[in-house]
Each structure stands twice: as C-alpha cells, then as structure tokens.
Antibody, heavy 121, light 110 residues
Framework: EVHLVESGGDLVQPGRSLRLSCTTS????????ITWVRQAPGKGLEWVGF??????????EYAASVRGRFTISRDDSRSIVYLQMDSLEPEDTAVYYC????????????WGQGTPVTVSS | QSVLTQPPSVSAAPGQKVTISCSGG????????VSWYQQLPGTAPKLLIY???KRPSGIPDRFSGSKSGTSATLGISGLQTGDEADYYC???????????FGGGTKLTVL
C-alpha cells in the first residue's frame, strides 16, 4: 500500500529556516516525481514545487512565491523527499502536503496527511 | 487571483447533478491534461479525475470530467450529502512552468 507521511512542521519565527520530510513507502520511489502543495488557513490549495526522478536528473520546479527561498531534494536510498524552507515569512503559514505525481504534472495520485507550519514571532 | 477560474460555490439537492467549471487559457488547460481533486473538511485532497476524464480505481462513475478548448468541467451525478467538499481543478502551465490550482469550489448538497 502506498503511503506518504510528512513530518517536521513547527512554529518558527520569521526569517528562520525549517526542513520538512516526506517519507514514502509501498511503491518504487525511484521512478516517481514528488510534489509539495500547501494550504494556508481557510484558503485554497497552492502548488509549492516538485522534484523529478533520477531519469530526469532529479531536477526541480518551484512556484514564484517560494523560488529562491525553498529547496526540494530527495534521498532515493531512503525514499524520502525534503523541503528546505529558508527566510520564512508569515505568508508561508500553511499545512504542507507531499504527493506522488502520476503521468502528468497535475496528476497527484497519493497524498500525505499534511504537516502544519506556523511562521510567527 | 488564480489563473484557473472556478465558481466559489455551487449547490444542488440530493440525487441531482451538478457541474463545476474551470476556465483557463491556451498555455494551461488548452495544452495539457486537467485533473480534479476533492477535499473533504479537515482531510487531504483526493484525486477524482485525471487526464481530463479518467477515474482512478475506486472512484465511482458518478464523477465525470471533460475538457473543451481552454475550459474543463467536473460533473457529479446522484449527489449525496457525503459529496459536500471543496473541489479543485489542476493543470500545468507551459508558459509559467508551474502547476496551477483553481481557486476551489465549495459544493453544498442541500
């Protein structure tokens, strides 16, 4: 059975950093891209970015709102994807989800339960 | 404001059918597949439709998807109270190199 579990969410001060993890199991991690999506309190879903698989060079794409501050990486040996968030802003407060990407960029077929991040002084 | 435009809310009675529209442009819906997601209150989103009109295993055929030009539509027939949720359309924008989410539509089953 496919599972994705996010962890690392916390309360952090503006300007500080935080790293989220997405631990996966139940599928061959190496062939899939993984996407991060967030949801601010009471708001809709917002794409954060994704990392492609090894075949595509583990390259990344990011939303304009986080580009240059957030970095996605993956450890294929441990089936984990990381979201490194630097220079955090109050506007980054959200529940962060990781999801497995299917055959097209917008197809996210399995999701984790989410981990909350609060950026506040 | 989202690049993909959805109505903020729709409503219908149990047993009826409802449609949710998603309007975009030539660089997104017009050139890539559309997916639809259901988010029940307090839970993670769930994939309902992918590749415009395909249903993942376990999704009932009450849910359907279509695309025409730069717009897509989600249809839900035989409405149940358990269908009350937020629904999102998603696609790739080749100009922005970004995954786009619609603003979401809240479905109320009266």
């Amino acid at each position: 059975e496919v599972h994705l579990v996010e962890s690392g969410g916390d309360l952090v001060q503006p300007g500080r950093s935080l790293r989220l993890s997405c631990t996966t199991s139940g599928f061959y991690f190496g062939v899939f891209s993984i996407t991060w999506v967030r949801q601010a309190p009471g708001k809709g879903l917002e794409w954060v970015g994704f990392i492609r698989n090894e075949e595509y060079g583990r390259t990344t794409e990011y939303a304009a709102s986080v580009r240059g501050r957030f970095t996605i990486s993956r450890d294929d040996s441990r089936s984990i994807v990381y979201l490194q968030m630097d220079s955090l802003e109050p506007e980054d407060t959200a529940v962060y989800y990781c999801a497995r990407r299917g055959n097209s960029y917008g197809t996210l077929d399995y999701w984790g339960q989410g981990t909350p991040v609060t950026v506040s002084s | 404001q989202s690049v993909l435009t959805q109505p903020p809310s729709v409503s219908a009675a149990p047993g009826q059918k409802v449609t949710i529209s998603c309007s975009g442009g030539s660089s997104n819906i017009g050139s890539d597949y559309v997916s639809w997601y259901q988010q029940l209150p307090g839970t993670a989103p769930k994939l309902l439709i992918y590749d415009n009109n395909k249903r993942p295993s376990g999704i009932p055929d009450r849910f359907s998807g279509s695309k025409s030009g730069t717009s897509a539509t989600l249809g839900i027939s035989g409405l149940q109270t358990g269908d009350e949720a937020d629904y999102y359309c998603v696609t790739w924008d080749r100009s922005l190199s970004a995954v786009l989410f619609g603003g979401g539509t809240k479905l109320t089953v009266l």
